[in-house]
């Protein structure tokens, strides 16, 4: 019976001695099982990915909820930009019509990256505030094709932050 398993398992190191020391067999019998996870930086084609699904997500949420606030007058249709709506207004045909005291940097024809991300963040405080508004108020000029819009009752361009000048220098 000296063959039989002893209680505490002990293994040879390479130089012949004994030791209790565990941590190396167990290295070598997990080796193949254990691996590394690599940390994984956000590149550019990903934080583009993330960017567009951003800006994806806020106009389908708002098709999901609908309108969830009273309009007086016009009824708003759509956002088109950080400073456009299109609004169907009875007399008028639907038509896109500028926000008095907004003014917001094209995304699509943006200069540099700043104007850009400029032009995607008030598209989105927009969006944001007419959102939350429980009643929007549209007082239309057709001919110039302008709009200024009340959101419970306070002018909508006091309410959004504006835009830093010359954002490309």
Not at 100 to 111: N, Q, Y
Not at 149 to 154: E, I, L, M, R, S
């Amino acid at each position: 019976m000296r063959n039989a398993i002893r209680p505490s398992v002990q293994h040879r190191s390479r130089d012949g001695g004994r030791t209790a020391d565990l941590s190396g067999l167990r290295h070598s019998l997990t080796q193949g099982v254990r691996r590394r996870r690599k940390r994984r930086s956000l590149s550019l084609p990903r934080l583009l990915a993330i960017l567009l699904l951003a800006v994806a997500a806020v106009p389908v949420a708002d098709a999901i909820a609908g309108s969830g606030h009273a309009s007086v007058g016009c009824q708003l249709v759509s956002i088109v930009d950080g400073d456009t709506v299109t609004l169907d207004c009875p007399g008028h045909d639907r038509r896109e019509h500028q926000i008095m005291g907004l003014a917001s940097p094209p995304v699509l024809g943006a200069r540099c990256l700043s104007e850009a991300w400029w032009g995607i963040r008030s598209e989105i405080a927009l969006r944001t505030k007419v959102w939350q508004s429980r009643e929007l108020e549209f007082i239309i000029e057709p001919r110039a094709r302008l709009a200024l819009v009340f959101a419970d009752g306070v002018p909508l361009h006091r309410l959004i932050s504006p835009v830093p000048r010359d954002l490309c220098t």
